[in-house]
């Protein structure tokens, strides 16, 4: 409902431009709005706005007007009819599965997804009835054969954490669509200023605001970018019963950042690829997993998705000769950082380096984290902005050390 603006405007400018209507102070920045309640103009309104025959604002468990800026710029960025956005990632995602799930049907999704969601989906869910299977990211074969009649939601994440894994999403989407399932797409790593699931048949986006969307570390946030009548009808019921929904001064937050969001994910990618081009070529680096080399699995299908940027997120393994000289390696190369955060977010101006193993994989036994590509030397960098000589050399200070680590 973007009354003053024409129709067909390119997506940059809705990321700058999309949102409710000015209030009548004619404010240039989208205002704030730190309200828990709205004075009704009459109780017949009131009457009508609770039984839903008129649009409306009545209490903020149920709407706020920045929450709809937000909605309406991500949905307009996505691509996709509308949005809801939420208190954080992992809550859009429990709202989606409340919404459209029910006892007895099944969910399809990657092993490589977000461990939170893994936990959520694989076991909260199961109490519930809600049955799951998880696939080899990349394995096209693997999903299609995992379908059931039950199957109701193939989940997939691309890249993902932390080994920046692509699937091919058109594939998934026929896959789906030909088992009357839903695709959702978690974007947070791509964001739709590179890639805009929608467009190779996703249902639904998923997004954690938190990470790129904010893009300065400050707020959590999330976000279901869906069509119209599945949130209206599935969702917008459901979060306007049990909550989850996003505070109006976290919403304005993650507005103002997706001004700049098409700026950052581009200059953050290109510096996420020199620095793995220059760590490919280190000696004390054994590999880098980065979708913007060519030595990436994914490479092309990568560059075809994401619109020949790979993203600002990348992992390195130190080299060592053991499980256990790899960590002391990988835990040397971070506790020698003075620039650069050890810090297990992701999406922030600022380079946050973190050690998958001991962290987000950490409760995972050995083997399944070997099977999952998670070895002990591996460090995780989600690159920021700031300047790329600093940032190589706050790496080498561990580098230099390393033979005694
Ligand atoms: C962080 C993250 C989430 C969860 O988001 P929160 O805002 O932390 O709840 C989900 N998916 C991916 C890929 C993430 O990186």
């Avoid at 990618?269 to 080399?293: D, F, I, K, T």
Wanted: charged content about 15%; proline content about 5%; overall charge neutral.
């Amino acid at each position: 409902m973007n009354h003053e603006l024409p129709p067909g405007l390119h997506p940059d400018t809705l990321a700058v431009r999309a949102a409710v209507p000015r209030s009548p102070y004619g404010e240039n920045s989208e205002a704030l709005y730190l309200t828990s309640g709205y004075v009704q103009p009459s109780a017949e309104a009131s009457a009508r706005r609770f039984a839903g025959e008129e649009e409306g604002y009545t209490y903020g468990r149920t709407g706020n007007p920045t929450v709809s800026s937000l909605e309406q710029r991500l949905a307009a960025m996505e691509g996709t009819e509308a949005c809801l956005a939420t208190a954080s990632g992992m809550s859009a995602i429990m709202l989606m599965c409340f919404g459209l799930l029910k006892a007895g049907d099944h969910v399809l999704f990657s092993q490589s997804v977000f461990g939170s969601t893994l936990k959520l989906i694989g076991s909260e869910f199961a109490r519930f009835g809600v049955t799951s299977t998880t696939v080899p990211q990349a394995d096209l074969a693997a999903w299609k054969a995992a379908i059931r009649p039950q199957t109701r939601l193939l989940f997939a994440e691309t890249p993902t954490n932390p080994l920046t894994e692509v699937c091919d999403m058109a594939a998934l989407a026929g896959l789906a669509q030909d088992a009357g399932a839903w695709l959702a797409v978690d974007n947070c790593f791509a964001t739709p200023a590179l890639q805009r699931p929608i467009e190779y048949g996703a249902d639904i986006v998923i997004h954690s605001g938190t990470k790129y969307l904010d893009g300065q570390g400050r707020v959590m946030a999330g976000a279901i970018c869906a069509p119209r009548q599945m949130i209206t009808a599935q969702l917008l019921p459901v979060q306007k019963n049990a909550g989850m929904v996003l505070s109006p001064f976290n919403a304005w937050v993650v507005l103002k950042g997706l001004e700049t969001l098409g700026l950052r994910m581009h200059a953050q990618s290109a510096q996420a690829l020199a620095l793995a081009q220059w760590l490919e070529a280190h000696p004390a680096v054994a590999r880098v997993h980065y979708p913007g080399l060519p030595s990436h699995p994914q490479h092309a299908l990568a560059m075809r998705q994401m619109g020949g940027v790979g993203g600002a997120v990348l992992a390195f393994d130190v080299k060592a000769s053991s499980a256990e000289q790899a960590r002391a390696r990988a835990f040397h190369v971070l506790d020698s950082l003075r620039v650069l955060s050890l810090c297990t977010n992701l999406g922030d101006t600022k380079t946050l380096c973190a050690h998958p193993a001991s962290t987000s994989h950490g409760k995972l036994a050995e083997e399944q984290r070997q099977a999952a590509g998670i070895g002990q030397g591996l460090i995780r960098v989600a690159v920021g902005l700031e300047h790329m000589q600093d940032i190589k050399d706050d790496l080498m200070r561990g580098f230099a050390g390393l033979e005694r680590a």
